[in-house]
């Protein structure tokens, strides 16, 4: 009797672990099923090539998404990130070609730059208390038409040789851009679990006024996710333009839903307080992984954009119908 | 002769846990205003609710003209000819007082809106009421005052034979307190009858033919109002038996802690003053809305106060804020548990140690370990009944979530605890084990203001008892003092 029901028991925790497993890296189950439908689907696919294409392409977006996860877990979104991923590219190629500045200072002045779009966001939502769709979309047409401004709508192409490494450089086989975009989830990863900040960051997201009433600067902390988000906007910005070695205006052009997306997907919550950072990671590989294969199947583009909405609805569905079942 | 309108008949209404109406019979006279009184939670809203169609499970029955009274919904009442002016006004705000009075009714002419006729028979309502009022107004624009006025209207429109007015005076200022009796004047002139619910007892007086006592679900006594004196009414309104369901125990009280000298918000409060002492239990009473949870938050620097000084520990907290007060030692028990107190999706863990995170952290980064560690320390210190420290807070009860609250700041080691209302929607089980609680942090040295708006256990758990009315300290008791009436007669 008493050892039946230890199996029991057992058996019951490990389903339990799996369910669990599965939950939480849902995105990471989903990469690994779709990776193995096109494995046999196309002779292309499975190659190591292929997969570092996917990293690399991934890259881009997944360092965004980092953002936005951070801003979802505190119950906002940011429409800005794809254009602050273009205005920084563009910023940074301009002032090394035409101003001829130091790559170094190009790439902190690109930096500051997104880190003070992020904080304009940050503080138009938490202390003007703007709607952060509103903010954002405004600062998004800002950063759109600055873009214009600075390019005037021609690409920057053929940077300096220094910054190339960035978006194009190897080391060993592993593309440096991913090796940045892993070594950021591991910092926003260890942030947000580990330190005062990221646990405050999720009881505001769980609860604001419960978090407010236990003496959390509820406010600081909704800036700083944007301010953070618009940083991190820029580090992609930069990454990207290298990669392409061109800062064109359609640069980071829908970054910002894919990276809602890859976040979705990857478990962060809509209603906010609850997701793994690196959850985002994965979606944002599904999302490059998908659209691979679809490519590799000889799928139309047109209904690949038709596809990513069916992606999207289905995440969130997904996510909605978790919730709703626990009520 | 007895001309009867409504009749009420063993009404019961059982909500898990809770008997809100208990076998209730009473009668209401036609064209008479009829006073609905007793403390917070003696069932009159919920007696409302039934009226008013919102509330459909009940036993027993309501015989209406002579006829059973079956309305299903808000609007089936109306049409039987009941309507009820909520306490809060349910008005379409971005529609003009016309549209409004109209609304869910709006008169027709060949299938189109007939926005002329509308405002025709609009103005001549308010004429009749002899209310100033423009039609084409939009109702965010109003005074809360004339709100109501298109409020009632509103329910005059439905062929109103029973108007039900929720504690109407609550936000009036004393001149449009006028405004409201001279309606209501007018309307019993044309016969409706009215059910009015308020706490003021002057304004019962004044303006009431009967009343209708309810206490804890039960019905006391109907009675018209000229054979009753305003003390009777409110022993009526508050006696019962207190018995040993407030296990106070009486302590020595050490050095004042907390010196509140005249802290003034315009509009809010003003020229409030009280000490706390080490040990106490300071209780604080008054009526829903009389101030009480906003000169805590001044206390705790939440909100910014025009003049007033505030000593803790014999020294003044100057330049307030939230953090500081907390750093300080003074800990807030919020209202609403459930947003304002806890991270419902958290764990009780995470929710513990939200407070104090300095105790979890080590060399810079939180420890989970120690993040444990403390936690199953206070959820055992607090005996609070849960399956572990990693269950989400939301499935815990009302009385384990305020537990949850409390060990928040016993972790931060807070000398002043402020419960706000520390046991509303908590059963009568777990509230003598928070009482027990507030007994061991006053034996712990700690101090206590509670904020309630429960008589019984204000006067069960208090050492002293300072009243709130209106925003002004009405007066203060201590423990051997303390009655029911007498904290009554100061709130009202």
């Known amino acids: 009797m008493g050892s039946k029901s230890t199996a029991i028991h057992k058996n019951k925790s490990f389903l339990d672990m799996m369910a669990k497993f599965s939950k939480d890296y849902m995105s990471l189950v989903a990469i690994l099923l779709i990776g193995i439908v096109f494995s046999f689907a196309s002779p292309y696919f499975f190659s190591s090539s292929n997969f570092a294409n996917i990293l690399l392409q991934s890259s881009t977006v997944g360092i965004v998404a980092i953002g936005q996860a951070l801003l979802m877990v505190t119950g906002q979104v940011d429409l800005s990130l794809g254009y602050n991923v273009c205005l920084t590219g563009c910023i940074f190629a301009y002032t090394m070609k035409f101003l001829s500045w130091n790559p170094y200072l190009a790439i902190i002045v690109a930096l500051a730059i997104g880190f003070v779009i992020g904080s304009a966001n940050g503080f138009l939502v938490a202390y003007c208390k703007l709607p952060a769709f509103i903010a954002t979309l405004g600062l998004q047409n800002i950063c759109k038409g600055l873009s214009k401004i600075i390019t005037n709508a021609t690409p920057i192409a053929n940077l300096p040789d220094e910054v190339a490494f960035l978006g194009r450089g190897y080391v060993g086989a592993i593309p440096v851009c991913v090796i940045i975009m892993v070594l950021l989830y591991i910092l926003f990863s260890f942030i947000m679990r580990k330190t005062r900040f990221g646990r405050n960051i999720y009881a505001v997201g769980g609860g604001r006024e419960a978090a407010f009433y236990s003496g959390i600067n509820t406010k600081m902390m909704i800036f700083l996710s944007f301010a953070i988000a618009g940083l991190l906007a820029a580090v992609s910005g930069v990454v990207l333009t290298s990669r392409l070695n061109s800062a064109a205006i359609t640069n980071g052009n829908l970054y910002e839903f894919d990276a809602y997306i890859s976040a979705a997907i990857g478990g962060i919550s809509l209603t906010g307080g609850k997701g793994k950072i690196v959850g985002a990671m994965f979606g944002s590989i599904f999302l490059i992984t998908f659209f691979n294969g679809m490519t590799m199947l000889n799928v139309d583009p047109f209904w690949q954009d038709v596809l990513k909405g069916v992606v999207l609805i289905i995440a969130i569905g997904l996510d909605v119908f978790r919730n709703r079942r626990r009520h | ?492």
């Open chain 2, 1 to 492: 002769m007895k001309d009867v309108i409504l009749e009420l008949k063993h009404i019961t209404q059982e909500f898990p846990g809770v008997k809100a109406l208990d076998d209730v019979s009473f009668e209401i006279e036609r064209g008479k205003i009829h006073a609905l009184v007793g403390e917070n939670g003696a069932g009159k809203s919920t007696l409302i609710k039934v009226l008013a169609g919102i509330n459909v499970h009940y036993q027993g029955e309501v015989i209406f003209e002579g006829k059973k009274f079956s309305a299903k919904t808000p609007s089936d009442a109306q049409k039987y000819g009941i309507s009820v002016v909520h306490q809060e006004l349910k008005l379409s705000e971005t529609l003009t007082v016309a549209e409004n009075i109209f609304l869910g009714n709006l008169k027709m002419k060949r299938g189109l809106v007939d926005w002329s006729g509308m405002k025709k028979e609009a103005r001549e309502m308010l004429d009749n009421l002899g209310v100033d009022l423009d039609v084409d107004e939009l109702v965010e624009h109003l005074s809360v005052a004339k709100k109501q006025v298109v409020e009632i209207c509103k329910a005059m429109n439905h062929n109103c034979k029973v108007l039900v007015m929720d504690e109407p005076s609550a936000v009036l200022t004393d001149k449009e307190l006028d405004i409201l009796f001279h309606i209501i004047d007018q309307l019993v002139a044309k016969g409706v009858t009215i059910i009015y619910i308020s706490h003021k007892m002057d304004e019962i007086f004044k303006l009431c033919h009967n009343a209708t006592v309810l206490r804890d679900g039960k019905h006391i006594k109907t009675m018209p109002m000229k054979d009753v004196t305003r003390q009777q009414l409110i022993s009526l309104m508050v006696g019962r038996d207190m018995g040993m369901e407030y296990p106070k125990e009486i302590i020595e009280l050490g050095e004042n802690i907390l010196e509140v000298q005249h802290l003034t918000r315009p509009g809010v409060f003003e020229d409030i003053s009280f000490t706390l002492r080490r040990g106490e239990v300071l209780g604080v009473s008054g009526l829903v809305g009389a101030g009480r949870t906003e000169i805590m938050q001044a206390i705790l620097g939440i909100d910014k106060v025009s003049g007033g000084t505030i000593l803790y520990k014999g020294k003044p907290m100057a330049n307030r804020n939230f953090k500081q007060a907390i750093q300080n030692g003074i800990g807030l028990v919020p209202e609403d548990r459930k947003l304002q107190g806890l991270v419902q999706i958290f764990s009780v863990g995470e929710n513990i140690c939200m407070v104090n995170r300095e105790c979890t952290i080590k060399g810079g980064i939180i420890s989970h370990k120690l993040t444990t560690e403390k936690a199953k320390e206070y959820v055992a210190k607090l005996n609070v009944a849960t399956p572990g420290i990693d269950t989400e807070v939301q499935y815990l009860s009302g009385g384990n979530q305020q537990k949850v609250v409390i060990a928040k700041w016993l972790l931060q080691d807070s000398e002043v605890f402020i419960l706000d209302e520390p046991t509303r929607g908590i059963d009568v089980g777990a509230k003598s084990e928070i009482y027990r609680l507030i007994n061991r942090l006053v034996k712990d040295g700690k101090s206590v203001i509670m904020i309630s708006s429960e008589l019984p256990e204000i006067i069960g758990m208090s050492d002293r008892v300072i009243v709130i009315h209106e925003g002004r300290l009405a007066g203060e008791l201590n423990r051997d003092e303390l009655s029911q009436e007498k904290i009554m007669s100061l709130c009202v």
